[in-house]
């Protein structure tokens, strides 16, 4: 089963306000990367480490299926993401697809969060590790800039 | 005497339904509490309750989760009740686990981190759940303790209001330094009393106010926990004063024999057995009551609702139109595992919806049928509660009781309540000219006159009606069986209709 269209545009969103946020000549996993980690300290203050370890865990199983370069991907038991940004682009076209392994990875932990603890919850937890975003509720993929 | 002011203690809402009454009107603010139960009674969802009732943006609530249940799975399923506003978080409710710390650390570093976030949220309600489990590693008892006092202090003097949740057996009650520390101990309990489940509450300890002593039953339901305190909230109220307003049956002979209708506030008992007419008078009671501007409640256990304004109809009694004007609520009490407490609750909410005047309980023994096992047992005790409770508000309750007709005896109640009632009308059948006729009296009227006369009534299309006058002509009505003190004239033939037949 694919990831959901819905979380695949909110972590593309996710993944395009961080790279904004960050430098031009940040390689794409970075971005990815720090967009996993927000989302690991976000859920492990309130759940703790294991319970985000699992989650991850769960998620990257999911991913492999659509991404195989995510097979050399591991989950640490803190939750941190490991072999992520070992990933050689050699072409431009290595580039979009590390983009798009990111993207499914966080689509997977998004729709995991959805599964377990609703979109409210969810989207607070997005509030909480993007305070500057304001997630629409309805749908939670037209995020806005706050006022 | 000191003039100076004493402190004044805030005392917040505890978000679940009933237990402010219980607790003296709210949780002392900057209390230090203990939650304690078996898994499954009902803790955290209580701490939930408060945590959303009290947490703002500006003094927020920090909910600090331990090992135990994941937070996860607490999240997951804690949402589910209707008290739970998602919007509330992260801003005015944090959740914080700690469960790396205890994992990996000791009681100092767990007490370090609470101090951090504390300080840094400035937070009105902190909880640890579950603080037990942090305490299972091996420590001294006095690593414990010195824990314990220590985070009361520091969070005391934070002006937080803290609870701490711990599974803690009855047995662990006594001797156990942690409660010592505590200024509110509350108990939450899960019994299975055969089929049924019996949740109670107790408050064994809250520091600088009076709670309501006791257990207390609770039950849990979407909207989280509902206490139903044993006094049912009843305690702060002033009683009505003793009236002197009499209320009419709508029969007008046997306001009569009442010395002008029941004393208005009073507990009325009507007993007979099955068919004698119980639920007719208590119809008529309820009836008459609507027509003199009186709200009533009729708590039906035996038949639904609509058939009970059904056969108020045939009697040519309108229930239908009071119910929807607002002045008559017929509460169908079936389920099979109240408490008391419960059926009390929803009887006085509806006596405080409508204002209601008049209570009519149809029956005592479908009221016991409707409790849960566990609680049939201290039936007695319990209308005991709800009468106190419901007449010192100035209601009148009406209560029927079947009895078993017996040609020996002349119960008034199987359940030994009748130094509950004020008032005793009992109803029996009795055997004359060979048919089963029916008569009344009025056994007992506390604080006024009454008739002592036995009179005959017939259930007829307009309800109870009184016939004649006293009936002198028979000796020994009460037992069923009475003899004549007349002569019958034995050429002429008993009477066709149920009327006394007067023989010269």
């Known amino acids: 089963m694919n990831t959901p269209p819905e979380m695949r545009d909110l972590a593309r969103l996710l993944l395009a306000n961080e790279a904004s946020a960050g430098t031009t ?37 999911q991913a492999q299926s659509e991404a195989p370069r995510l097979w050399a991907v591991q989950i640490t038991k803190d939750g941190t993401l490991q072999g992520f940004d070992e990933f050689e682009p050699q072409i431009d076209n290595d580039i979009d697809i590390a983009s798009e392994e990111g993207a499914i990875l966080i689509a997977r932990l998004l729709n995991l969060l959805y599964i377990f603890l609703g979109q409210a919850l969810t989207l607070s937890l997005l509030r909480t590790a993007w305070p500057d975003e304001a997630f629409d509720d309805r749908n939670s993929i037209h995020g806005r800039k706050r006022e | 005497m000191s003039n100076q002011a004493k402190v004044i203690i805030n005392k917040l809402p505890t978000g679940v339904p009933g237990l402010d009454e219980i607790v003296g009107g709210g949780i002392p603010e900057f209390s230090f509490n203990i939650i304690a139960g078996a898994p499954g009674s009902g803790k955290t969802t209580l701490a939930h309750q408060f945590v959303f009732a009290n947490a703002t943006p500006k003094r927020p609530a920090l909910y600090f989760t331990v090992l135990g249940e994941s937070a996860i799975k607490m999240l997951r399923y804690q949402q589910q009740y209707t008290f739970f506003d998602p919007s509330k978080l992260p801003d005015s409710i944090r959740f914080i686990n700690l469960s790396q710390v205890v994992l990996e650390k000791d009681l100092s570093a767990v007490l370090e981190q609470i101090t951090r976030e504390v300080a840094k949220a400035n937070p009105a309600v902190v909880v640890v759940d579950s603080f037990r489990t942090m305490v299972r590693k091996p420590q001294s008892d006095m690593d414990l303790q010195s824990f314990i006092q220590r985070l009361a202090l520091f969070l005391a003097s934070c002006q ?33 009393e055969r089929n049924s489940i019996v949740r109670k509450l107790q408050i064994i300890k809250l520091r600088g106010q009076s709670s309501v002593p006791g257990l207390h039953t609770f039950r849990i339901t979407d909207a989280g926990v509902q206490a139903f305190s044993r006094t049912f909230g009843l305690t702060a109220r002033k009683s009505n004063p003793p009236r002197v307003r009499r209320l009419s049956f709508g029969v007008p002979e046997l306001d009569k024999m009442l010395d002008g209708g029941v004393r208005e506030g009073d507990s009325v ?23 003199h501007g009186e709200p009533g409640i009729v708590a039906v256990f035996e038949e639904r609702p609509e058939a009970y304004a059904e056969r108020a109809n045939s009697l040519g009694l309108d229930l239908e139109t009071p119910q929807k004007e607002g002045k008559l609520t017929i509460l169908y009490l079936r389920p099979l595992d109240l408490s008391v407490d419960e059926t009390m609750q929803s009887i006085l909410d509806a006596v405080q919806k409508i204002g209601a005047k008049r209570l009519v309980i149809d029956s005592l023994a479908g009221f016991e049928m409707a409790l849960s096992p ?6 007695r005790e319990s209308l005991y509660r709800m009468i106190f409770a419901l007449t010192g508000i100035g209601v009148t309750i009406l209560s029927t009781v079947e009895v078993d007709e017996s040609f020996t005896e002349f119960p008034f109640s199987t359940y030994s309540i009748s130094f509950l009632c004020d008032d005793i009308i009992r109803l029996r059948y009795v055997s004359i000219d060979g048919q089963l006729r029916k008569i009344a009296v009025v056994i007992k ?34 037992s069923g069986i009475p003899v004549s003190t007349n002569q019958p004239d034995p050429k002429e033939e008993p009477s066709p209709r149920p009327g006394i037949k007067r023989t010269t």
Do not use: C
Request: glycine share 10%; hydrophobic share 45%; charged share 25%.
């Open chain 1, 25 to 61: 000549t940040e390689p794409v996993e970075s971005v990815a990367l720090r967009v996993y980690e927000k989302l690991r300290q976000s859920l492990t203050a309130i759940a703790g480490a294991a319970a985000f370890e699992s989650i991850a865990f769960r998620a990257l199983m």
């Open chain 2, 160 to 192: 937080a209001t803290t609870f701490l949740i711990g599974e803690y057996d009855e047995e662990e009650l006594r001797d156990n330094p942690v409660f010592t520390v505590a200024d509110g101990l509350f108990w939450l309990r899960q019994t299975v």
């Open chain 2, 269 to 291: 008992l009507v007993a007979g057995s099955s068919g004698t007419g119980k639920s007719v008078l208590a119809t008529q009671f309820i009836a008459e009551g609507i027509r």
């Open chain 2, 374 to 379: 566990g609680f049939r047992a201290d039936f």
């Open chain 2, 445 to 478: 009227m506390r604080g006024g006159n009454h008739a002592k006369d036995i009179r005959e009534y017939e259930i007829t299309s307009k309800g109870v009606v009184i016939l004649g006058k006293r009936m002198t002509e028979y000796q020994a009505l009460i």
